[in-house]
């Protein structure tokens, strides 16, 4: 059961006011991703303890990990976080709703979760909705965030990704695992915030690893980023202050992208 306190701090979905943002605001934002297939358990206990520092939303870690990440997040602000069907989405359904279940079970406050990516560019739209709303039913009231994994999609094929996504009672829809083609673009996240609208939240993931890139995405209806530079960021905005958020207002800021969180 997720913990009032940290429910409240993980509860936004819509797009952010940035001309409010300040640093403790800006670091909510980011799950700290702890997905990379080489970490060592060290390694995974650094992230924690650098997760908390910053005070980031969650730590969103491999599924093997979650019950140390559990523990080490116990007494923090930072929320457990896993994925499921990770990174294909071609698990079997059933298989995908006994891992979602297992998370929840062990801790997790959200999980992030891959749609079958062949079936929703076959446009089996039947199949994708029956899959996600059954999974989101099994593990309520634990928000669930659904991965579309975009590069592989027309406009046409992620605008009806996030529409069952909403039809299936999702918290978020995410562009991806970080592990596609390419990472997270300005234009999607706008077109995704713009069919989901302002009650279920977007996430980017993928190349988000500078201040100018978290902030584009967040101007262009983010109100979550996955993100492995969270200490490069946090540094970046102490260094440059609010004032960059003017920049990324008036729409100067670039947002390089690349395919890994």
């Known amino acids: 059961m997720l913990r009032q306190p940290l429910k409240a701090r993980l509860a936004n979905r819509a797009p952010l006011d940035l001309a409010l943002l300040d640093e403790k605001a800006l670091m909510a934002c980011i799950d700290h991703s702890l997905l990379r297939p080489e970490l060592t358990r060290a390694e995974v206990e650094a992230g924690c303890d650098l997760a908390v520092e910053w005070e980031t939303a969650t730590v969103c870690c491999r599924p093997a990990d979650l019950q140390f990440v559990v523990n080490r997040l116990r007494r ?27 998370a929840v079970d062990q801790g997790a406050v959200e999980l992030d979760v891959v749609v079958n990516i062949g079936a929703l560019r076959a446009g089996d739209l039947g199949y994708v909705r029956d899959e ?3 999974l989101v039913y099994a593990v309520a009231p634990t928000p669930v965030k659904v991965i579309l994994e ?6 046409e094929q ?23 083609p390419r990472g997270a673009e300005v234009g999607e996240i706008a077109l ?13 993931a993928g190349g988000v ?7 584009a995405m967040l101007a262009a209806g983010a109100c979550r980023c996955g993100a492995t530079a969270t200490a490069a960021i946090g ?3 102490r260094a440059r202050g609010p004032e960059v ?3 990324v207002l008036a729409g100067t800021a670039k947002a390089p992208v690349s395919s890994e969180e």
């Open 76 to 102: 923090s602000v930072v929320g457990p976080t896993t994925v499921v069907g990770f990174p294909h989405g071609a698990h079997m359904s059933q298989i995908k709703e006994r891992e979602a279940l297992v």
């Open 245 to 247: 958020v003017q920049t």
């Open 192 to 204: 995704m915030r713009r069919v989901v609208g302002n009650n279920v939240g977007v996430k980017a």
């Open 235 to 237: 540094t970046e905005w």
């Open 150 to 155: 975009t590069a592989y999609l027309t406009p």
């Open 209 to 215: 690893r500078t201040l100018d890139a978290l902030l």
């Open 132 to 134: 996600l709303a059954g």
């Open 158 to 180: 992620v605008e009806a990704g996030c529409r069952v996504a909403v039809e299936s009672r999702a918290a978020f829809v995410k562009n991806g695992t970080g592990y596609s």
